[in-house]
Nanobody, 126 residues
Framework: VQLQASGGGVVQPGGSLRLSCAFS????????VGWFRQVPGKEREGVSM????????RYANSVKGRFTISRDNSKNTVYPQMNNLNLEDTAVYYC????????????????????WGQGTLVTVSS
């Protein structure tokens, strides 16, 4: 299993950014892909999740209404679209995967994920 996150960069408050996570070794039919973020000194925070094992993606309250996650099955890639970014969104963003279904309440919890990509830094700054 491999995951490759990309798309980070510097953006002004109110701006948008689209990240990508290309993966191999599984499909979204039998695995969950989650996005997490981390700032120094804080725990890794679950941001969103997508899988064909569930009817809908899931979003953390902190990003609901601003972030949207989509998938391209033909490319084995998921895309978090981040809009209306604010300073608190600055973090290193990671994509992660777990084979098999999780209970819904655990889908934004980092310890439940087995495979991790390298992070991509998102900086929101004026």
């Amino acid at each position: 299993v491999q995951l490759q996150a990309s798309g980070g960069g510097v953006v002004q408050p109110g701006g948008s950014l689209r990240l990508s996570c290309a993966f191999s070794g599984f499909t979204l039919d039998n695995a969950v892909v989650g996005w997490f973020r981390q700032v120094p000194g804080k725990e890794r925070e679950g941001v969103s999740m997508i899988s064909r094992l569930y009817g809908n993606p899931r979003y953390a309250n902190s990003v609901k209404g601003r972030f949207t996650i989509s998938r391209d099955n033909s490319k084995n890639t998921v895309y978090p679209q981040m809009n209306n970014l604010n300073l608190e969104d600055t973090a290193v963003y990671y994509c992660a995967a777990r084979k098999g279904r999780l209970v819904w309440s655990a889908t934004l919890t980092a310890p439940h994920y087995d495979y991790w990509g390298q992070g991509t830094l998102v900086t929101v700054s004026s």
